[in-house]
Nanobody, 124 residues
Framework: QVLLVESGGGVVQAGGSLSVSCAAS????????MGWFRQAPGKEREFVAFINWAGGVTYYADSVQGRFTISRDSGKNTVHLQMNKLKPEDTAVYYC?????????????????WGQGTQVTVSS
């Protein structure tokens, strides 16, 4: 009953920037927790960033702290991830996720809805 659709993935050279977006539709709630995860081939799904929809509180993985920024557009039910100073190790499929509880979580098992993912490739 909640549809999440990512967009904005692509190929960028190391040191460059890219922004990905997640549009939510259907049954959405203002107190949802929204997260970005990523998964590279052969690796587990990894937490990237979180934002509480109601309060706007954010949290980042250490690996992206200072380089990535998560934000929300309440009017458009959209969450964005601005990625700067990209590194080859940032290459992955990036997934948008939502959880009914608005509390921060880094665990993918605690999220209820997922988008299909968008590929981000950073060339060296």
């Amino acid at each position: 009953q909640v549809l999440l659709v990512e967009s904005g993935g692509g190929v960028v050279q190391a040191g460059g920037s890219l922004s990905v977006s997640c549009a939510a539709s259907g049954r959405t709630f203002s107190n949802y927790g929204m997260g970005w995860f990523r998964q590279a081939p052969g690796k587990e799904r990894e937490f990237v960033a979180f934002i509480n929809w109601a309060g706007g509180v954010t949290y980042y993985a250490d690996s992206v702290q200072g380089r990535f920024t998560i934000s929300r557009d309440s009017g458009k039910n959209t969450v964005h991830l601005q990625m700067n100073k990209l590194k080859p190790e940032d290459t992955a499929v990036y997934y948008c996720a939502a959880r009914l509880m608005g509390l921060m979580s880094t665990r993918h098992s605690e999220y209820d809805y997922w988008g299909q993912g968008t590929q981000v490739t950073v060339s060296s």
